[in-house]
């Protein structure tokens, strides 16, 4: 397969994009791909651009494959991904708040079925309500399964011998 050769037409292209691009990290990779194209080393590109010698090398790569669209677009992948704001996370919990405080048991797939209807998404991990709830304060709290002022079996045993005589 043979490589397309990039040139001076390309950095005169490139540094055209680049006058109309606002994203300063797409800015800075077409300046890395048009300074190469004007013939410049990878070491004196990198000290400019502030990027790796091997990454410059894969940016002409990808400018070579996809052009200046594979330049521009922002491959990274995760990073913050909020579903509601502050004030709509608040204004959504405080509906299961109420029905806590009338002493309703309220679970984590019920908060999270309501999640996932209201942002339209199918979490597949409860990961999502479990930190929505800890930024908010929320606290696990389960009712305990004997009562904790109750005797022990002895005087229970005890207490029924002597009421039933």
Same mark, same amino acid.
């Given at each position: 397969?043979?490589?397309? $050769?990039? /040139? !001076?037409?390309?950095?005169?292209?490139?540094? %055209?994009?680049?006058?109309?691009? @606002?994203?300063?990290?797409?800015?800075?990779?077409?300046?890395?791909?048009?300074?190469?194209?004007?013939?410049?080393?990878?070491?004196?590109?990198?000290?400019?651009?502030?990027?790796?010698?091997?990454?410059?090398?894969?940016?002409?790569?990808?400018?070579?494959?996809?052009?200046?669209?594979?330049?521009?677009?922002?491959?990274? $992948?995760? /990073? !913050?991904?909020?579903?509601?704001?502050?004030? %709509?996370?608040?204004?959504?919990? @405080?509906?299961?708040?109420?029905?806590?405080?009338?002493?309703?048991?309220?679970?984590?797939?019920?908060?999270?079925?309501?999640?996932?209807?209201?942002?339209?998404?199918?979490?597949?991990?409860?990961?999502?309500?479990?930190?929505?709830?800890?930024?908010?304060?929320?606290?696990?709290?389960?009712?305990?399964?004997?009562?904790?002022?109750?005797?022990?079996?002895?005087?229970?045993?005890?207490?029924?011998?002597?009421?039933?005589?």
């Amino acid at each position: 397969m043979k490589m397309k $050769k990039i /040139g !001076n037409e390309d950095a005169k292209k490139l540094r %055209e994009k680049m006058s109309e691009i @606002s994203n300063k990290n797409a800015y800075r990779r077409l300046q890395a791909v048009a300074l190469r194209c004007e013939g410049r080393q990878r070491g004196e590109v990198s000290e400019i651009t502030g990027f790796n010698p091997q990454w410059i090398g894969h940016l002409c790569r990808v400018y070579r494959n996809e052009g200046t669209e594979g330049l521009l677009k922002d491959g990274r $992948k995760g /990073g !913050n991904h909020k579903n509601m704001t502050r004030n %709509e996370e608040i204004a959504f919990l @405080s509906r299961f708040d109420e029905l806590a405080a009338k002493g309703q048991i309220i679970t984590v797939n019920d908060i999270a079925l309501a999640y996932d209807e209201a942002v339209g998404v199918k979490h597949e991990s409860l990961s999502t309500v479990y930190y929505l709830l800890h930024k908010h304060g929320w606290r696990k709290v389960a009712p305990k399964q004997y009562h904790p002022g109750k005797a022990s079996d002895e005087v229970i045993e005890t207490s029924k011998k002597l009421t039933m005589s």
